[in-house]
């Protein structure tokens, strides 16, 4: 099968990877960049755990073709800490027992980061909708809702807090 | 579950996409949003030889007035319609139906038309286009044509698209200023297909309190959408009274022959038409009326 070249910028770095054309872009994540924090569920775009930023927007990467992210941006989990610091949202999950097994956790992550930005002061019914399209087996949505509402607060805060 | 082996092409001008239809036809599938596509490589229920991916096709995301029609190019995705202003404006129903559509992810990437070709009975964006009225506009090498909605749905996800072509541009009717409109859907979870929508249209007639034309369709009840000018005909140029609006809605079923499959048995679909057809009306009359006394 051939190969083609493509150039992607992956959590800020510019990364070159030689791939199939039939590839998925998690597989690509996962197999040829070490990036297996994006995970595969259902591989068929129902469960969201698979779920990216491309440009900014949360995507299904199990529904995407690597080669279509050629000269694009993509964000992983691995991308959302700063300079080892969790993330509002990732605290959000650490402080309100927003996960149990994890893995669903990563696609949580990264829908409720672009909700955020959206929307910084989601109701917990708009909470709710946007997260609709991301399946959790083990919480019952509870806690990843009161999550989503604490890392609302804490941005809320931090914005606050700027000069 | 990973894609079988294609060809993969990905054409920077309409010409060449058009070229490389001609030229592989019914062995090419055409990949724009990819979210129906997609799943359905990685299961393998489709063997495409050859994929064309039109994402880098250009000006074919806009969303634009064209006289009487709002136009949505063939890569305009759900959630830039649901966000157009223009939609919002001259088609406002159509933001509102693609709030229903999937979930929030599914929505940044699939397209407005991939979900019109794609012809899933119980979608919502093939029941708006055919309740407002319009055309697709379809190239190949052969040359271009329209189609009207009523002609393009032939049945499950099979339509009038000959295997050359590309639609590239869908037009949607604009419904008189002023006018209401409603769509209502039942769905077991938000975001799933749903076993019954229903979408309405009412223009007003303001000075004599009267109801000037209506549009209603229906999704989910068969293999494409149906929309109802017969059963919805006492309506127009009648004061839309709750039981007049009721007698029709509950007058639908015997226009529709919808399915008993294992997500819901025909009777309930039927019970959901009549159900969703009345919410319907009654929301698009409500709307026409708000506006009359808000002078819009």
């Known amino acids: 099968m051939t190969t083609r070249q493509i150039r992607l910028t992956v959590n800020g770095q510019e990364r070159t990877v030689e791939v199939e054309p039939r590839w998925l872009l998690a597989d690509v994540l996962r197999e040829r960049l070490g990036l297996t924090g994006t995970h595969l569920g259902c591989e068929h775009g129902v469960c969201g755990a698979c779920t990216v930023l491309l440009d900014g927007r949360p995507v299904r990467s199990c529904l995407l073709l690597a080669v279509q992210a050629d000269g694009h941006a993509v964000t992983t989990v691995e991308g959302l800490a700063q300079d080892g610091a969790l993330s509002p949202v990732q605290e959000g999950f650490r402080q309100e027992h927003g996960l149990q097994c994890g893995f669903c956790t990563p696609g949580f992550l990264i829908t409720a980061t672009y909700l955020l930005e959206q929307n910084p002061q989601p109701t917990r019914e708009e909470i709710r909708e946007a997260l609709s399209g991301n399946l959790c087996r083990c919480t019952g949505y509870q806690n990843i809702v009161n999550a989503v509402e604490w890392a609302a607060r804490k941005l809320a805060e931090q914005n606050s807090a700027k000069p | 579950m990973k894609p079988p082996a294609f060809e993969y092409y990905c054409p920077e001008t309409l010409d060449e996409a058009l070229g490389l239809l001609a030229q592989y036809g019914a062995e090419a599938k055409v990949l724009a949003g990819g979210q129906s596509l997609m799943p359905m490589l990685n299961m393998r229920l489709s063997h495409p030889g050859v994929v064309i991916d039109i994402n880098r096709l250009p000006d074919l995301n806009r969303v634009t007035v064209e006289g009487t029609s709002l136009q949505v190019g063939a890569l305009v995705r759900h959630a830039e319609l649901e ?214």
């Open chain 2, 83 to 296: 966000h157009s202003a223009l939609a919002a404006t001259h088609c406002p129903i159509l933001p509102a139906a693609e709030r229903l559509v999937a979930h929030l992810a599914i929505r940044q990437r699939g397209t407005v038309v991939g979900s019109l070709v794609h012809a899933d009975p119980a979608a919502e964006l093939p029941l708006v286009w055919l309740t407002l009225g319009g055309e697709l506009e379809v190239r190949s090498t052969r040359g271009s044509r329209t189609i009207a909605p009523e002609a393009f749905y032939l049945g499950y996800f099979m339509t009038d698209l000959a295997p050359d072509e590309l639609a590239v541009a869908v037009r949607f009717e604009r419904p008189a200023a002023g006018h209401g409109w409603a769509i209502e859907e039942f769905a077991r979870r938000s975001g799933d297909f749903a076993l019954c929508a229903a979408a309405a249209v009412v223009e007003w007639d303001a000075a004599r309190g009267v109801v000037q034309g209506v549009r209603l369709g229906l999704g989910g009840v068969g293999g494409a959408p149906v929309r109802l000018d017969q059963a919805v005909a006492p309506l127009v140029g009648a004061v839309p009274e709750a039981e007049l609006v009721r007698e029709v809605a509950r007058g639908v079923g015997q226009y529709l022959d919808p399915p008993d499959d294992l997500h819901a048995s025909r009777a309930f679909r039927l019970h959901l038409a009549e159900v969703l057809s009345e919410r319907a009306l009654r929301a698009a009359v409500r709307r026409a009326q708000a506006k009359e006394v808000q002078g819009a």
